[in-house]
Nanobody, 115 residues
Framework: QVQLVESGGGLVQAGGSLRLSCLAS????????MGWYRQAPGKERELVAI???????NYVDSVRGRFTVSRDNDKNTVYLQMNSLKPEDTAVYYC?????????WGQGTQVTVSS
């Protein structure tokens, strides 16, 4: 059983920074992809950033250059450093793990950026 637990969300002013963390526990081995998605009120969930177990990354265009995804494989933890935050970044951020054909989600953490 794989579980994901996010932390680090909160309220920040525009231009500020936050760092999200996601700890994965359970049977995690082999190639996998961890990432962050977000869902704003009234909108569909969208991909924000992903990182493979080999370290390859990808970002949605709207956060490229402002957000950085990283991971510590020894700790089974993925991070999302968010800088230069904008009000449109306000959403619930979800951690995702894809491994051996299965996908897992965390419970989500709220990020609110005030103008």
């Amino acid at each position: 059983q794989v579980q994901l637990v996010e932390s680090g969300g909160g309220l920040v002013q525009a231009g500020g920074s936050l760092r999200l963390s996601c700890l994965a526990s359970g049977s995690i081995f082999g190639f996998n992809v961890m990432g962050w998605y977000r869902q704003a009120p009234g909108k569909e969930r969208e991909l924000v950033a992903i990182i493979t177990s080999a370290g390859a990354t990808n970002y949605v265009d709207s956060v490229r250059g402002r957000f950085t995804v990283s991971r510590d494989n020894d700790k089974n933890t993925v991070y999302l450093q968010m800088n230069s935050l904008k009000p449109e970044d306000t959403a619930v951020y979800y951690c995702n793990l894809s491994v051996r054909g299965s996908g897992y989600w965390g419970q989500g953490t709220q990020v609110t950026v005030s103008s």
